[in-house]
């Protein structure tokens, strides 16, 4: 089992920063576009915020629930209000900074927490807290700061007007899709029994891997909205339909209640249309392979488009540009993605059931399965 160092402390409270910095990046960009009469914008940045808020606290909410049923009546409906408030992530980073500064600075009380707990109580208590920190992080990245993305990228080519604003709103977001990936893939390590350590070098090749196919896929969907919005909608659209019946046949089991595990399977098809998730745990060897040679068909389709419909624009420098970032970035993300699933990705996966008998495929040690091990994977 991980140890919660120091180091992942200072993480933490990095993560509480960026979070608000984030929030207010949010309503500073959605209120200069008010200002400038540019209503439609405003809304729609802050409608990805109210959305991705509402999933999220459901989510937070619905975790408090089960982890807490049956005890602490009252604690769960202060948890409850504080939620409808749209608070509820604060709520856990409590919790998280709590026992992570016991686990982290406080190494005897961890010894002497208590005799029925388990020796390594506060760690695991500390460790679940970030997970699901990190879980929720997921949601928010593709249901906000990935969409908010793609806008302000669509405004830029639109407009061609450089502001402020704008490129803190770019930075922002490529700094939240960064810190959000990769804080979540070495939660999935530290879930994984008898799995290698998350180094710096697969960090990095992760990193490369989600953000230049994020970045280029955003981009695509930038230059056919610049033809037309109602095909990119339709384009969208169609992917959700996509990614949601992928997940309907993977049948997951994330959720305790079947309206939750809808919700669950609506959120992963929508994350589905930016990037490639595991949804089960098993080989997607195949899957993966199909899921980037469409994008990759699909983008040069796009730039397809563009060169025997508008031949004309091929001659601007900003679409020369926008084009060679999108296949380079492209290309440099299958590479990263390459190498990383052949030196760095763990061989398997925990069953998704509560208990198991195996640890990688051997019978003996009985190994506790928690919420994240039904969660997406990668």
Known sequence: MMKFTKQNFIFLVGGIIIYVVDIGVDFWVASKYFCQGQYSWSILILCFRGLSSLITQIFSYEWFKNDWEGTNTAKLKWIF???????????????????GCQAAFKQNSIRDASETDPPDYIQKKSVDAVTDINML??????????PQLFVQIYILMEH???????????????????????????SLRTSLPDKAEFHVLPKLVYLFYKL???????????????????????????LW???????LKQHTTFCKSKK???????????????????????KTKVCISI?????????????????????????????????????????????FLIVYYRHFHPTAYCRPQEYSDEVDGEAGQRVEIGRFQNFIMQ
């Open 160 to 186: 061609g007007k450089n502001n402020s604003y704008q490129y803190a709103a770019i930075i922002m977001s490529f700094c939240g899709i960064s810190i959000s990936t990769v804080d979540y893939q070495i």
């Open 291 to 335: 899921y980037y040679a469409t994008h990759t068909v699909v983008t040069l389709g796009i730039l397809s488009v563009y060169m025997f419909w508008k031949p004309s624009i091929i001659k601007d420098i900003h679409f020369t540009i926008v084009s060679i970032l999108t296949i380079l970035s492209l290309v440099l993300g299958i590479i």
């Open 241 to 247: 339909i996509c990614g949601f019946t992928w997940v």
């Open 212 to 238: 230049l196919t994020i970045t280029s896929w955003i981009l695509s969907i930038s230059l056919i909205t610049l033809l037309s919005v109602r095909s990119s909608v339709i384009l969208l659209i169609f």
């Open 137 to 146: 992080r997921v949601f928010k990245t593709f249901l906000e700061t990935t």
């Open 81 to 99: 209000l504080v939620h409808v408030f749209q608070c509820g992530i604060f709520i856990r980073y409590w919790f998280a900074l709590k026992y």
């Open 260 to 282: 939750m595990e809808y919700l669950y399977r609506t959120v992963v098809g929508i994350i589905l249309i930016f990037t490639f998730f595991n949804i089960k745990g098993r």
